[in-house]
C-alpha cells in the first residue's frame, strides 16, 4: 500500500497548502480536488480487484501446499488487511475536502444539512459492524486452534490410531464449526458458544472514551449503547441494509461538488463493512448478498468496487449453505481440508497405505501453512478494525464540532 500511502501525502498536502493560502477556494481548484480524488479510489480499488498472480502448481501436484502468493487472493486474511489500508487512506482524504480549510457554515446548509446526518448515521451503524466483525475474529481464531490440534496429531511420526481418532475429533469440531447457519453461530467461536460473543464489548473502546470524550463531548458518550457492544437481536445483514438505505448518487449541479465526494465515501464504507460481514461470521447474516446495491456503472471509480462485488458474489452463490460462517479464504480451504481428512481419517488402518498417506500428508501441510498465516494475520486485521473504528469515532466527532462552529456563526448576534 506505499504507493496509495504516498499519493494520500501530496494530496492531503496540496489541500492544505491550497486551502491556508486561499480561504475561498477555487472552483476550478476544488474540482481538480474531486477528480483526484475518484482517481485515487479507482487505483486503490483496482488494485485490490487484481492481486498479484498466484502460482498454480502442476497439475500432478493438486495435493502440496499452497503458495505463499495465494494469500494475495480476494477475501484471504492479507486481502483483507490490504482492504483495511484502502479505507483509512480515502478516509482520510475525503476528510481533508470535506473539513480542511472551509467555511464551517457551508456544511450546514442545504443538501449538506440532509447529507451530513445521514453520513453519520451511518458511521454509527458502521461502528456496530465492526464491533461484530471482531468478535467473528475471534471466532476464525478459535478455528484455527481446532485445525492447529488435528495438524500436531496428523504430523505425529509413526501415526497411529490414537493420533487419527484425536485428529478426527478436531476436524469434526472445525468441519461442525465452519458449516454452522448464522442463526445457530451468532458470532460465536462455534461449537455452541455463539451467545457469550454477542454481549461482549470490546475493552479498546473504554480504554479510549476517556481521551475521546474530551474532544467529543457527549456524542462519544452517546456511542456507548450502540457500538461498544451488538445486542442478541442485532443483524448484521440489516445493519447493511440500513446503511444503504438513503445512499443515492446526487443529481443535477450537486454531481459536480462536495456531495458526490459524500456519496463515494459513503459508498465506500458501506462497500467495505459489507465484505467484512462476508468474509467473517457474523451474527445473522441471512441475504447478506441481497443488501448490497451496485453504485451506476458509468462512474469511473465504480468500476473495480464493482467488480470486487461481482467476484464475492460469485462466491457466496457458490456455497448453498448461505448462512456459512464466512467466505474469508482461509476457512473456505480449512472446510475443504477437513472434509478430506475425516475421509482419511474414517479409512484409516494401522499401518497406512503409503499413497494414502501422502496424500494425507500433503493436506496436513497446507492446513498447517493455512494456520501459520492466520497465526501472523489474524491479531494485526483486528487491530487494524479497531483503527477504523477510532478513526470513525474521530472524524465523526470532528464533523459534528464543525457542525457546533457553524451553528455558533449564523446565529443572530443579540
Given at each position: 500500500m506505499r504507493p496509495a500511502?504516498?499519493?494520500?501525502?501530496?494530496?492531503?498536502?496540496r489541500i492544505s497548502i491550497r486551502r491556508n493560502q486561499f480561504?475561498?477556494?477555487?472552483?476550478?481548484?476544488?474540482?481538480?480536488?474531486?477528480?483526484?480524488?475518484?482517481?485515487?479510489?479507482?487505483?486503490?480499488?483496482?488494485?485490490?480487484?487484481?492481486?498479484p498472480p498466484q502460482q498454480q502448481p502442476p497439475s500432478d501436484e493438486a495435493n502440496t501446499v499452497a503458495?505463499?502468493?495465494?494469500?494475495?487472493?480476494?477475501?484471504?486474511?492479507?486481502?483483507?488487511?490490504?482492504?483495511?489500508?484502502?479505507?483509512?487512506?480515502?478516509?482520510?482524504?475525503?476528510?481533508?475536502?470535506?473539513?480542511?480549510?472551509?467555511?464551517?457554515?457551508?456544511?450546514?446548509?442545504?443538501?449538506?444539512?440532509?447529507?451530513?446526518?445521514?453520513?453519520?448515521?451511518?458511521?454509527?451503524?458502521?461502528?456496530?459492524?465492526?464491533t461484530a466483525v471482531v468478535n467473528g475474529i475471534d471466532s476464525v481464531r478459535h478455528y484455527q486452534?481446532?485445525?492447529?490440534?488435528?495438524?500436531?496429531?496428523?504430523?505425529?511420526?509413526?501415526?497411529?490410531?490414537?493420533?487419527?481418532?484425536?485428529?478426527?475429533?478436531?476436524?469434526?469440531?472445525l468441519v461442525v464449526a465452519l458449516s454452522l447457519e448464522d442463526k445457530e453461530n451468532t458470532s460465536g467461536g462455534g461449537g455452541g458458544g455463539g451467545n457469550k460473543t454477542t454481549e461482549r464489548s470490546w475493552s479498546f473502546g473504554r480504554r479510549s472514551g476517556g481521551s475521546s470524550a474530551s474532544k467529543g463531548g457527549a456524542t462519544i458518550g452517546q456511542l456507548k449503547s450502540s457500538s461498544w457492544a451488538v445486542g442478541r437481536n442485532w443483524s448484521a445483514a440489516k445493519q447493511i441494509h440500513a446503511m444503504t438505505g438513503n445512499l443515492n448518487p446526487p443529481r443535477g449541479n450537486e454531481a459536480a461538488g462536495l456531495p458526490q465526494p459524500m456519496f463515494i465515501m459513503s459508498t465506500v464504507m458501506v462497500f467495505?463493512?459489507?465484505?467484512?460481514?462476508?468474509?467473517?461470521?457474523?451474527q445473522e447474516r441471512s441475504g447478506l448478498a441481497n443488501h448490497l446495491p451496485v453504485p451506476p456503472k458509468h462512474l469511473s471509480w465504480a468500476q473495480s468496487l464493482i467488480g470486487i462485488h461481482e467476484k464475492i458474489g460469485d462466491e457466496w452463490k457458490k456455497k448453498e449453505k448461505k448462512g456459512s460462517a464466512g467466505l474469508m479464504e482461509e476457512m473456505t480451504r480449512m472446510e475443504k481440508l477437513?472434509?478430506?481428512?475425516?475421509?482419511?481419517?474414517?479409512?484409516?488402518?494401522?499401518?497406512?497405505?503409503?499413497?494414502?498417506?501422502?496424500?494425507?500428508?500433503?493436506?496436513?501441510?497446507?492446513?498447517?501453512?493455512?494456520?501459520?498465516?492466520m497465526e501472523e494475520e489474524l491479531v494485526p486485521l483486528q487491530q487494524q478494525i479497531r483503527e477504523v473504528f477510532h478513526r470513525i469515532v474521530r472524524s465523526r466527532a470532528e464533523i459534528l464540532e464543525v457542525l457546533e462552529q457553524a451553528g455558533k456563526l449564523s446565529a443572530p448576534v443579540v
Open positions: 500511502q504516498d499519493n494520500q501525502g501530496s494530496f492531503l498536502g480561504v475561498d477556494v477555487n472552483n476550478e481548484q476544488e474540482q481538480e480536488d474531486l477528480e483526484l480524488f475518484q482517481r485515487h479510489i479507482a487505483d486503490r480499488f483496482t488494485e485490490l480487484l487484481s492481486p503458495p505463499v502468493a495465494a494469500t494475495e487472493q480476494i477475501m484471504s486474511v492479507t486481502w483483507l488487511r490490504k482492504l483495511m489500508d484502502v479505507f483509512l487512506c480515502c478516509e482520510a482524504e475525503f476528510k481533508a475536502i470535506l473539513l480542511m480549510g472551509r467555511d464551517p457554515t457551508q456544511i450546514s446548509k442545504p443538501p449538506f444539512d440532509r447529507l451530513v446526518p445521514e453520513m453519520l448515521d451511518r458511521s454509527i451503524k458502521a461502528l456496530d459492524i465492526c486452534r481446532l485445525a492447529e490440534i488435528a495438524v500436531s496429531a496428523l504430523e505425529q511420526r509413526p501415526l497411529g490410531d490414537g493420533n487419527v481418532r484425536r485428529a478426527r475429533r478436531a476436524l469434526a469440531n467495505v463493512m459489507w465484505v467484512l460481514t462476508a468474509a467473517v461470521p457474523c477437513g472434509h478430506s481428512l475425516i475421509e482419511f481419517a474414517d479409512a484409516f488402518h494401522y499401518p497406512a497405505e503409503k499413497e494414502a498417506s501422502e496424500s494425507a500428508a500433503a493436506q496436513v501441510a497446507e492446513m498447517a501453512e493455512i494456520c501459520r498465516r
